[in-house]
Each structure stands twice: as C-alpha cells, then as structure tokens.
C-alpha cells in the first residue's frame, strides 16, 4: 500500500490549502482515509476521517468549521481543504488508511503516507 500526500506549502493565517493523498495498492473504496498532523516536538494528532463511502466524516474540535475531508473513489484520492487557516495548524500532514470502514483513533490505521508540511505564518 503506498500513500502519496501532497499540496502543502507557506501560507499567512486566513489562506487556505488544499491536501490530496493518492493511494494504491489497497482496494481504495473499502477503506476509512483519514489526516493527522504532526507538530514540531508534539505527538501526531487525528484531524479528520472520512468513512468508506464518504457518507461519514468527524473532526477534531480545533479544526470544526474550517476543514472538510472528501475522497473520490474513482480517483483513490482523500482530499482535506483547509481554509481560514491558523499559525497553530503548522505541522506536517499525514495521511493514512485503516483496514475498516470507519476509524477515527491513531491506532486504527495501518499504512501512512510520507507526509507534507503545511506552515501558516501570522
């Protein structure tokens, strides 16, 4: 299974991004997709998921409102469009793939991509 994140870059505080994560070698449309971040010197933290269908999504309560996760089965790829976005949601990104069909905790996701940093200046 291979994940490939892309679409970080610098930002000023009030921009948006989008993250795309393209994933083969796993029958993709079976799979919870999520994104977690990690900061300098901090552990790595959920972000968001998205159910296999897409039908199902949660969040972490720092980024309610000013993310949204979407996949496109067709595709293999998870999105994550961050807008509105904060000095405080400076870290790498990563995403990742969980062998069930929702799964919202670190520990439920099996393979990881490389990650791609996302820095938001103030």
């Known amino acids: 299974v291979q994940l490939q994140a892309s679409g970080g870059g610098l930002v000023q505080a009030g921009g948006s991004l989008r993250l795309s994560c393209a994933a083969s070698?796993?029958?993709?449309?079976?799979?919870?997709m999520g994104w977690f971040r990690q900061a300098p010197g901090k552990e790595r933290k959920f972000v968001a998921h998205?159910?296999?269908?897409?039908?199902?999504?949660s969040y972490a309560d720092s980024v309610k409102g000013r993310f949204t996760i979407s996949r496109d089965n067709a595709k293999n790829t998870v999105y994550l469009q961050m807008n509105d976005l904060k000095p405080e949601d400076t870290a790498v990104y990563y995403c990742?793939?969980?062998?069930?069909?929702?799964?919202?905790?670190?520990?439920?996701?099996?393979?990881w991509g490389q990650g791609t940093q996302v820095t938001v200046s103030s």
């Open positions: 990742a793939t969980a062998p069930r069909t929702i799964a919202t905790t670190l520990l439920e996701y099996d393979y």
């Open positions: 998205v159910s296999w269908s897409g039908g199902s999504t």
């Open positions: 070698g796993r029958t993709f449309s079976r799979y919870a």
